[in-house]
């Protein structure tokens, strides 16, 4: 039988319960699933009502690692304990404790792997963000578009970003998508891929997919996106308890993971023995760059990569050397601007600039009368301003943002700068 080991970190999530019970309910073949928990409890009443149905079910190919939340090192140490559990499965999958699920899902996705491996394709990869949930409008508001990934930003810190976007010519494709991201909370491959590329515990949140991303590249799987939908996630997860809320220390692992990622790919002098969780052995780290169109190690960008198209990317140029200058910078950022901080509340203008450590400007794009008040209008319950920028450059990182105000009554007000802040 195929079996398929399933690896599912769970911290104090009310979904949990009705994850599992979908999982076995929509699959063909349930007996065919080994479905490893790493569940991070507390003392909520669904955690008790979960211990209680799980056993009342009898599932018997559920192995539960009880972890009390106070206990948890983050959702990269739990994906690391739960692979410690895999008992050669043929199969592996890997998801977060929110979802929901097509019928046969198992029968699918391994056909479609299949299908991949039939075309000669030795490692095959399934990922994405899928299309997205809400419980509280379950099954009506399910997305029912497939979505791939795309390059979205790099973070100050220095990973790589992805973004979800729908798969619009998804009825006139036969076949999954060339995938050069990938997506933490869905994998599905050959149960090979936990040996030769293992979860790192040391990384906390940032970092986790663009790594995993590039070492399963280098260590030969070819990554794609289902081009039908199969499983659906719950992405906004109003009021649930991440590790985070829970964990004061979170701050400086994060930092600790950016440093680790920032080795891994050479933004930094390697210090670190990665051992078994470096980068793979089959494709090189250029291999990734040039097949993606993003280049980690000097966080550039190849212009169709910002753009949108699919991989691999097409170059002009043939020798390594000259495909280098076709790559960008590319500078993206959210200023999260305290509605507060503005004191006036007639407005024409706000003056938005990017600042480099001399205090010159790196770039500006001001808000006009109408993109004022579109922040105004919208999401009023939110404390925060979210002001988006973007834009191409080869000159360094920004170190400060600022937002200088224009009141039609009061002329130019105080201005105000804010570092670009560690994530």
């Known amino acids: 039988m195929d079996d398929i080991f399933i690896s599912i970190a769970a911290y104090r999530d009310p979904e949990l319960l009705p994850t599992v019970i979908d999982l076995f309910e929509k699959a063909k073949d349930p007996d065919r699933l080994s479905v490893c928990i790493c569940w991070q409890y507390g003392e909520d009443a669904y955690e008790q009502e979960f211990l209680s149905e799980i056993v009342k079910r009898g599932y018997s190919n559920i192995k539960l690692l009880k972890v009390p939340h106070t206990k948890s090192k983050g959702v990269c140490w739990a994906r690391s304990i739960i692979q410690q559990y895999y008992n050669n499965e043929k199969y592996s999958m890997q998801l977060d404790s929110h979802h929901r699920f097509v019928k046969n899902w198992d029968q699918k996705l391994v056909t479609e792997l299949k299908k991949l491996l039939k075309r000669g394709i030795k490692k095959p990869l399934l990922t994405a963000y899928i299309p997205s949930y809400e419980p509280s409008n379950d099954p009506e508001g399910r997305i029912n578009l497939p979505w791939e990934l795309k390059f979205d930003r790099f973070l100050p810190q220095g990973p790589a970003m992805p973004r979800p976007e729908t798969i619009d010519d998804y009825k006139d494709i036969k076949q999954p998508i060339p995938a050069h991201l990938l997506s933490g909370h869905f994998i599905f491959t050959i149960a090979q891929h936990i040996k030769d590329v293992p979860y790192d515990p040391d990384f906390y949140f940032h970092g986790e997919e663009i790594s995993m991303a590039i070492r399963s ?3 030969g799987y070819d990554m794609f996106y289902p081009h039908r939908v199969i499983v659906w ?7 649930a308890t991440r590790h985070w809320d829970d964990y004061s220390g979170w701050g400086a692992k994060n930092e600790g993971s950016h440093s680790r990622y920032r080795q891994l790919v050479g933004q930094d002098d390697k210090t670190i023995d990665f051992g078994k969780y470096d980068i793979g052995t089959e494709r090189s780290l250029q291999d990734y760059i040039e097949f993606s169109g993003i280049n980690v190690s000097n966080k550039t960008v190849h212009p169709d990569t910002i753009a949108g198209k699919r991989v691999p990317v097409k170059y002009t140029s043939k020798t390594k050397k000259r495909k280098s200058k076709e790559f ?6 959210c200023i999260d601007l305290l509605k507060a901080d503005i004191t006036v509340d007639d407005c ?8 480099n450590e001399a205090g010159e400007d790196i770039y500006r794009q001001d808000c006009d009368e109408n993109e004022i008040k579109r922040y105004q209008d919208e999401n009023p319950d939110d404390q925060w301003y979210r002001i988006w920028r973007w834009y191409e450059t080869n000159e360094e ?8 105000p224009h009141s039609k009554s009061k002329g130019w007000v105080d201005p105000i700068i804010r570092p670009i802040h560690s994530l």
């Open 328 to 333: 960008t910078g590319f500078f993206k950022y």
């Open 397 to 404: 990182d920004p170190v400060n943002w600022i937002v200088w």
């Open 233 to 239: 996630h719950q992405y906004t997860r109003a009021g």
């Open 217 to 219: 590249y280098t260590s």
């Open 348 to 355: 024409d203008c706000w003056v938005i600039a990017f600042k």
